[in-house]
């Protein structure tokens, strides 16, 4: 048997969680780096495959107007990639609007939970596979 050859059942669809929750620029790109191989792997074997970036605490910065370094690239591969979405912990939001005195802008293209950390633990309770780069 093949390294990438898996026992378990090979028709279920495989449901990716990725934890960001640190700012780095170079960081960041191996996150979409990842989230790209991920897709590109699973679709070249025909299996179904969904991705979420779970952000908070300084990985909000990723989804932020401001500071993140991979704006373009990151509503690009949002806009391309069906599979592939990004959450944003109101937490986090909340406690940066607060420090900054303003509510930080975020891409239209963030999805908001109520709390990063929950809602990984939630997914990973139902069964996600969970990745921290």
Known sequence: MLATENP???DEKRQIVVHVNFK???GYTFVLNNCEN???????KGK???IRVVTHGLGLHILRED?????????KMDAAMENL????????????????GKEPVLFP??????AGIPEIIELQRAGWIYIKP
Do not use: G, H, W
Request: net charge negative.
């Open 8 to 10: 378990v059942r090979d």
């Open 24 to 26: 780095d620029d170079a």
């Open 38 to 44: 991920i897709a590109e792997y699973y679709a070249a």
């Open 48 to 50: 179904d495959v969904e």
């Open 67 to 75: 500071t993140s370094p991979v704006k373009e690239r990151l509503q």
């Open 85 to 100: 979405s990004f959450y944003a912990c109101t937490n986090t939001v909340e406690r940066m609007t607060k420090a900054e």
């Open 109 to 114: 293209e963030a999805i908001m939970v109520l």
